[in-house]
């Protein structure tokens, strides 16, 4: 079977922090893997003095720029089909809920459901995954560009299973499984653990993981990936994320041997399909399209 992944993310970055080592390995091992990001996330903070200008509120040219960081940690990752929701600026970040951003008519949050879907059940009935990744129904912390990516991505594929739906869009393919993307407690619990150790100060680091919205209980995971050979790879597609992300401090900084196995490893919550072996000794699917190849 030839091995067809895709998956939808809200923002550039997004899709390195929570699936770079997965969509690196993946593309090692022969599949294709396909990424849609939904916004140029025109609304994010820059971490870069000499590119303050760029920022929402002067320029307004950081998406535009983040065009470019996306290109280059696909590259990192060995990702040559990566797409925008619509095209270039078809949907804007929306910022958080009750600042000006989100009050924005053409910003994602607000756009219509059903097109923003038809855009994507183009692309799943042109690629024709197997597998689709995306967040959870909280968009795992509750920004409403992730949220609206999980609406819009099942949505999507659910509609590109119809065969009398629109026809123009190509012919019906049922997406076989469809994993959210988690962050385990214990792992959370572990990362901070690591960073007290290092004296690491900041408010994240003490922190109780019952607190942090995106922490996902454990028993909720049912699939690790395995990617602790594929660090290097999302480190560097990190870092080409410079405007977003720094690796010389905090949590990405991490050099020890438990920041590899805490960036090395990805997780996922299965939510439609059948969990198949073979299993770690945790119980949990140790490959995305297991039981779909026999």
Same mark, same amino acid.
């Given at each position: ?13 997004? *899709?390195?922090?929570? =699936? ?22 025109? *609304?994010? *903070? ?9 920022? =929402? ?31 270039? !600026?078809?949907?804007?970040? =929306? ?7 989100? $009050? ?20 799943? %009935? ?31 594929? &659910?509609? @590109?299973?119809?065969? &009398? ?5 190509? &012919? ?13 407690? &214990?792992?959370?619990? @572990? !990362?901070?653990?690591?960073? @007290?150790?290092? !004296? ?18 454990? $028993? ?8 602790? *050979?594929?660090?290097? %790879? ?5 870092? @080409? ?13 991490? =050099? ?39």
């Amino acid at each position: 079977m030839s091995r067809r992944l895709l998956l939808v993310h809200a923002h550039p970055d997004d *899709e390195t922090i929570g =699936s770079g080592a997965t969509m690196a390995k993946y593309v090692a091992q022969g599949a294709q893997v396909t990424l849609v990001t939904c916004t140029l996330g025109e *609304e994010g *903070e820059i971490l870069v003095p000499e590119l303050a200008a760029l920022a =929402s509120t002067h320029d307004d040219l950081l998406g535009e720029h983040r065009i470019g960081e996306l290109g280059n940690a696909m590259a990192q990752l060995g990702v040559t089909d990566w797409r925008l929701l619509g095209g270039p !600026g078809t949907y804007r970040d =929306s910022g958080m809920i009750g600042t000006p951003p989100n $009050e924005r008519a053409d910003n994602f949050w607000r756009a219509d459901l059903l097109q923003a879907a038809n855009h994507l059940v183009g692309i799943i %009935r042109e690629v024709r995954p197997q597998v689709l990744v995306t967040y959870d129904d909280f968009g795992g912390y509750g920004h409403p560009d992730h949220i609206q990516a999980h609406r819009v991505a099942m949505y999507a594929a &659910s509609l @590109a299973g119809v065969a &009398s739906y629109q026809p123009d869009l190509g &012919s019906a393919w049922n997406v076989k499984k469809i994993y959210w993307t988690a962050f385990p407690m &214990s792992v959370i619990q @572990a !990362g901070m653990e690591a960073l @007290a150790k290092a !004296g690491d100060t900041t408010t994240f680091a003490s922190q109780d993981p019952q607190d942090i919205p995106f922490a996902c209980p454990d $028993e909720f995971v049912t699939t690790v990936i395995d990617g602790t *050979e594929f660090v290097e %790879r999302k480190m560097a597609a990190l870092q @080409a994320h410079a405007t977003q992300i720094s690796t010389d401090s905090g949590f990405f900084a991490l =050099s020890n041997n438990l920041g590899a196995e805490v960036l090395g490893h990805e997780y996922y919550r299965l939510a439609k399909g059948e969990v198949a072996g073979p299993f770690d000794k945790d119980g949990r699917e140790i490959d995305l399209f297991a039981g779909l190849e026999a």
